[in-house]
């Protein structure tokens, strides 16, 4: 019996929303971080292979000094001139196709989620939309209602008349635009779905869904809240992957490393179409520590080749995954591009990730089924890293 931690169970339960879930058998109660590690109560260190959003690292030095020195000079809103959010918006629109060109900045990847809706219905007059099965875009009203892995889940009151969902089988969104009694808004897609199970989409999906949606007059979102900032290794965005070009790209979790921002990046007509009059403000979106933390944030991803580093030490972890494949029938899967991978196994996979947490490695369960192991480290994980994580895993699936 830990009693520290049955009391902060018990405070949280009395005290927080129950629905609030908790990672793990055994509770973690970590009082610090250091890039790819965290620390519990009692100084134990653990290998965090699953937390994206510490991209740069836990507690990066530099991002750290960039949000003190802001924070005692001045943090204000959008409704005063400021050098950094425009500082911050060169940069990141110099990360993404010329077309996609206007930033906003908002507080939450669902916040994103949430304005790259209006920012469609504004462009397109129309309502409907498509969405990939089991995919997660956040937790508002609007949200709720394009995730079909809430609204389909338990609690869920299934989807709501104006969205649609596609299967990860190629053609199906074209079959779906073929059938829509009314205009279409837009498609949503992760480039690379995460929830779902840490899904490589087909060859071709993307540009065939991407094309259709366009012909059909909507506009394509892409979700790049976890695949982005250089995560899969290959490309700064996985929609590069594909070789396609989205009208609205979303991005949260990884920009702030912890601080919550949420971006959305459009084309110019888009964003015109938008500006009908109604006055948009966010009070804390684009406000200037919130903006000295993003650019540093880029800064570091770019002068520390982060991505090369995705590419290469992601490599090297899979291929110690698929050598642990042959002597180990339980796994059925290994998949996934740079620090963005899963594991599938052939039953739930929640006891394997329990076990690594014990021995001191931080995994996910992932899928609709809670079969894949999600490994999505900070981008500093390293090579020495990545051979713990194999030999450990290969300990529990050996001791079943
Ligand atoms: N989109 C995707 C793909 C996500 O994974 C998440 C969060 N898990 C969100 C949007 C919502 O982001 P937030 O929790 O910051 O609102």
Request: hydrophobic fraction near 40%; include cysteine.
């Amino acid at each position: 019996m830990n009693t520290r931690i049955d009391l902060l169970m018990d405070r949280r339960q009395r005290l927080l929303g129950r629905n609030l879930s908790v990672a793990y058998e055994k509770p973690l109660h970590v009082v610090r971080g250091s890039m790819q590690y965290l620390y519990d109560d009692e100084g134990r260190q653990y290998l965090d292979a699953y937390n994206n959003v510490a991209h740069v690292g836990h507690c990066h030095p530099k991002v750290v000094a960039a949000g003190q020195r802001q924070m005692e000079v001045l943090n204000t809103n959008t409704r005063y001139l400021g050098d950094l959010i425009l500082e911050y918006a060169e940069k990141l629109t110099a990360t993404l196709p010329e077309s996609l060109s206007v930033c906003f900045f908002i507080n939450s990847g669902s916040e994103a989620n949430e304005l790259a809706i209006r920012l469609a219905r504004a462009h397109t007059k129309a309502r409907e939309m498509i969405v990939l099965e089991h995919a997660y875009h956040g937790n508002t009203t609007t949200c709720i209602d394009i995730s079909p892995y809430k609204h389909d889940g338990a609690g869920g009151e299934s989807a709501p008349a104006w969205v649609h969902t596609a299967r990860l089988d190629s053609g199906h969104v074209v079959e779906i635009i073929q059938k829509l009694e009314a205009p279409l808004c837009g498609f949503i897609a992760e480039s690379m779905p995460s929830v779902a199970g840490q899904i490589v989409l087909p060859d071709g999906y993307l540009s065939q869904a991407y094309d259709a949606v366009r012909r059909a007059g909507g506009v394509c979102i892409a979700d790049e809240v976890q695949t982005g900032f250089g995560r899969t290794g290959t490309h700064f965005y996985a929609f590069e992957r594909y070789g396609v070009v989205p009208d609205i790209v979303v991005l949260g979790k990884p920009i702030g490393n912890g601080h919550p921002i949420g971006a959305v990046i459009t084309t110019r007509a888009i964003a015109d179409s938008f500006d009908n009059g109604m006055e948009f403000f966010s009070t804390f979106g684009g406000n200037n520590v919130s903006c000295a933390i993003g650019l540093k944030v880029l800064e570091v991803v770019q002068e520390e080749n982060l991505q090369a580093h995705a590419l290469r030490v992601g490599q090297h972890l899979l291929a110690g995954l698929h050598e642990l494949k042959p002597r180990h029938e339980v796994i059925h899967e290994i998949r996934g591009s740079g620090f963005f991978l899963g594991v599938e196994l052939a039953h739930e996979a929640g006891a394997v990730v329990n076990q690594m947490r014990e021995r001191g490695i931080l995994m996910g369960t992932e899928g609709p089924l809670h079969n894949v192991i999600k490994i999505r480290p900070p981008m500093p994980f390293s090579e020495m890293d990545a051979d713990r994580l194999v030999s450990t895993l290969a300990e529990v699936l050996i001791r079943g």
